[in-house]
């Protein structure tokens, strides 16, 4: 793996659009498993128009051999080689974790985990996630469950049963990635989200072009109509910021505020921003 990924780091330099996963194998998953060498950072999700903080979103990392692998790499790895459950339980478990630390920090902020696509279709997720965060002590409703709208799109009969499932037991569910599927509104309609995430490439993309602009208000209108809060990804400049305001988005996260961290980081990124003026 640590030669796969200089080299795919040096295909980089040449092509910066093309990322090549390296082939991370079953062995090597399970051995990072085993020596729990996975850890989660946090991105603070902020207020569009007051920059105050609502929420985190827990973000796996993996150091391997001194570097960084991506976690959409490690993630699509697990899921090809059937060890999303075993990782994704550890995932959830770290994120806990570090969000009851967050709480007696004085922070009960909500905290929002990534569902991977082929851990959705486990029938006892509902309930496994429910008893996770019933032994860390923290309310359901404190948790948010970012699943992508691909995924979404990909089995909608399976993510309505198990998104419906999770909803009662008092998580809430955002969309992520919105916009690089073509969802419909019907379609959005039969699963009860509460957040629709504004794909990166269309905040990024709307202050030049005015067609993703376009779409960008239309998505906008669409989740107020469907009572859906939205967070633009990606917000890097006050330009960006200023336009998902003005286009009316409910939260923002992005390089602007900060990056993802850990958790101790977070709670003293935290505590200087609480003494600071606004
Ligand atoms: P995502 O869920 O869309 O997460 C947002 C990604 O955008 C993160 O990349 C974050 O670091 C990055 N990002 C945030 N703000 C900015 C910005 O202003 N500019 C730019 N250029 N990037 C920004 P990261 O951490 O590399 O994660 C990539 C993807 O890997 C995630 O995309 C998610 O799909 C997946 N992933 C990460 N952690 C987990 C996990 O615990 N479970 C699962 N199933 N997937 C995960
Ligand atoms: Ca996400
Ligand atoms: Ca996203």
Known sequence: LASQLSASRDSHARRPL???????????????????VFSMHFQPKVDANTLRVVGVEALAR???AGQSVRPDFFIGAAERHG???????MLLAKTLNDAS???????????????????LSDIHLPEFILESIQA??????????????TTILSDLDTAMDVLTRQRLKGFKLSIDDFGTGYSSMEQLQRIPFSELKLDRSFVQGAADRPTVRAILSASIDMARKLKLSTVAEGVETQAELDL?????????????????????????????RATQPT
Do not use: Y
Not at 83 to 89: D, K, M, N, V, W
Not at 101 to 119: K, Q, V, Y
Not at 254 to 265: D, F, H, N, S, Y
């Open 244 to 272: 998902v305001r003005g286009l009316g988005c409910d939260l923002v996260q992005g390089w602007l505020i900060a990056k993802a961290m850990p958790v101790a980081e977070l709670i003293d990124w935290l505590r200087s």
């Open 136 to 149: 860390v002590s923290l309310p359901a409703e404190r948790l948010i469950l970012e699943i992508t709208e």
């Open 101 to 119: 630390r967050l709480a007696e920090a004085g922070f009960p902020l909500f905290i929002a985990f990534n569902l991977s696509a082929s851990w």
């Open 18 to 36: 093309q990322a090549v996963a390296p082939d991370i194998s079953p062995s090597e998953l399970l051995d990072g498993i085993r020596r729990d």
């Open 62 to 64: 993996w150091q391997h």
């Open 83 to 89: 060890l999303i459950a075993p990782l994704s339980r």
